[in-house]
Structure formats: structure tokens, C-alpha cells
């Protein structure tokens, strides 16, 4: 009788795809409005903005949720731009609610990008978004309120952070918004790598490799100067071009992900190499960075990709939210 020889498993069986290696050393975050994404994906947690709120609310999906949000403040006393800003608010609440319900994590919801250099508007904005989740019995905790980063964003921080209100600082693209929003204890950054690399292909006509892609090297060099200073701040690379960006980043402490790359990551099933870790980063030789209102805006007036990209992600947040609230207006 010959001898029977077991049947051998491939490789591509046995090793996991990079999205559940990715997930080993760092949290996996989906960035977009779409619920779908989550249940298929998995997230940890998730991250919206205007644009992607914005897109969500045009879908036939989710007309519900817009529907839901006009119909509760009808009955209220407010009539034109106060009801239309209201209805807002409770929009971006109320997919915030519809995403809590199937990730285990926290969702970040935006302030207003008008509010970018208004302190108190941005701390009545920010307060109002939390009472609004509070309401509806979803804790502080699961929320981050996003707001850009710019000084009068990190200052608003350092007051929401004492009154236990969680921020995510996003429209990040340099060193010296990651140094103001750690000293402001914020609970997170979002530097954005495609954008960085956006401008700098956009200004050389070059191609650059993953691992030396300039958004790359910003957040390895964020990540190092946080690690190597004990700040508590967490650094969740978010706005990625292609799944190059994504592999250079593993071991960062978040990744905020769109539905296309985390379905590549899912569908790839080389090993995955650990790039960023604090043992790493407290070799690095960054300087402490000490930063005033003054030196802060020269430092980011002398950086014309992070001014440049700062001030463009701010307009065009805002415009969509100018979008947004004449869709409302249309339903009304």
C-alpha cells in the first residue's frame, strides 16, 4: 500500500493578511461616513469630517439620518440660519451615534472649520457636540471633538482636555502644530501624509518611494519626538495616497484608513514589518522644542507646505460645510 503524504498549506494560508498584522501593533481606525465600511472592515474606531459627512448625507443609505435630524428640530423655535446650524449639529451627532452602534471605539466628530481661529466659539462648539452625544446616553469618553491645529485650536484643547472633552487635532503638518497640541494635552493628532506628499510632488514633479515619502517622514519624526518626551498625545496618521504609506507607518499608535486601502491591506498577505516603536523613537536624537505664540507662527509662516496645506484644508472644510448647510436648507 503506498504511503500517504499529507497535503502541504501554502504560505498565502497560513499568513494572515496585512490588515489583521497591521492590527497587532497598531489601532486600525476607518475614515469615512459609511457604515457599511465598518461592519466590513472591522475598525476600532472612526473618523468623519465635513467632506464626509457631507458625501454620507447625498446618499439614498443614509436619508434616514438627514430626515431624522430635520424632523426633531422642526418642533423647536428656531427658524433660518440658527435652524439650519442646529439641524447641522445634530446631523454629525446623529451619524456619530449611527457609527457607535457597530465599533467598539470612540468616533470623532468635527467642530466647524470657520471656528479655526475663534477660541470661544470653537469651546461652544465643541461643549455643544458633547451635551448633544450626552443626550442621546453615549458618554464623553467615546467622543473626540476634531479641531484644526492652529494656536488658537490648541488652546482651545488645553481648555476642552480639563473639562475631560477628548480632541483629535487634525489639518496637522508639521512639527512645531504637533509640539503646541502635546503641550496642550490634546488626546490625539491626525498629521495628514498624502497631503504632505500632494505638495511636494505638486512642487518637484517627483515620485517618492514609501519610505521616503515626505508625509512618511513627518509622522516618523512626530511619533520619535513624542515617544523620546513622554507626551501622552497619541499619533494617528490619517489622509493616506496608497497602501506604500500605510506599511511605512506600522507600529504607529493609530491609523485612520480609507475603505479602498484598508480592502487592499485585507486582500495582501505578505508579512508585515514593524517600522515605528518608543524603543526606536527614545533613540532618536530630536531636540526639545520650546514654543511661544510668536516663534510658533514664524516657525509655521517659514514651512510654506504646512501653511499652504493648513490654511487649504481649513477652506475647504469649510466649504463644505457651507455645502452641507444648503442641503439642509433644501430639505427644509
Known sequence: MPELTPAKSSHADLQPNQLEQLRRFTKVVADTGDFAAFRQYAPSDATTNPTLILKAAQMSDYKYVVEKAVAENKKSNLTGPALIREI???????????????????????????????????????RKLIALYE??????????????????GARAAAVLQKEKINCNMTLLFSLPQAVICAEAGARLISPFV??????????????????????????????????????????????????????????????????????????????????????????????????????????????????????????????DMVKLEKLIAERL
Request: glycine letters at 6%; proline letters at 4%; one cysteine or more.
Open 88 to 126: 447641522v449639529d445634530d446631523l454629525l451627532v446623529l451619524f456619530g451615534l449611527e457609527i457607535l452602534k457597530i465599533i467598539p471605539g470612540r468616533v470623532s466628530t468635527e467642530t466647524d472649520a470657520r471656528l479655526s481661529f475663534d477660541v470661544e466659539g470653537t469651546l461652544e462648539k465643541a
Open 135 to 152: 443626550q442621546h446616553g453615549t458618554p464623553r469618553e467615546r467622543i473626540l471633538i476634531k479641531i484644526a491645529s492652529t494656536w488658537e
Open 194 to 319: 498624502g497631503r504632505i506628499l500632494d505638495w511636494h510632488k505638486a512642487r518637484t514633479g517627483k515620485d517618492y518611494p514609501p519610505a521616503e515619502d515626505p508625509g512618511v517622514l513627518s509622522v516618523r519624526a512626530i511619533y520619535a519626538y513624542y515617544k523620546k518626551f513622554g507626551y501622552s498625545t497619541e499619533v494617528m496618521g490619517a489622509s493616506f495616497r496608497n497602501a506604500g504609506e500605510i506599511r511605512e507607518l506600522a507600529g504607529c499608535d493609530l491609523l485612520t484608513i480609507s475603505p479602498h486601502l484598508l480592502d487592499e491591506l485585507q486582500k495582501t498577505q505578505t508579512p508585515l514589518e514593524r517600522k515605528l516603536s518608543p524603543e526606536l523613537a527614545a533613540r532618536s536624537d530630536l531636540a526639545r522644542v520650546e514654543l511661544d505664540e510668536k516663534k510658533f507662527r514664524y516657525l509655521l509662516n517659514d514651512d510654506a507646505m504646512a501653511t499652504e496645506k493648513t490654511a487649504e484644508g481649513i477652506r475647504t472644510f469649510a466649504a
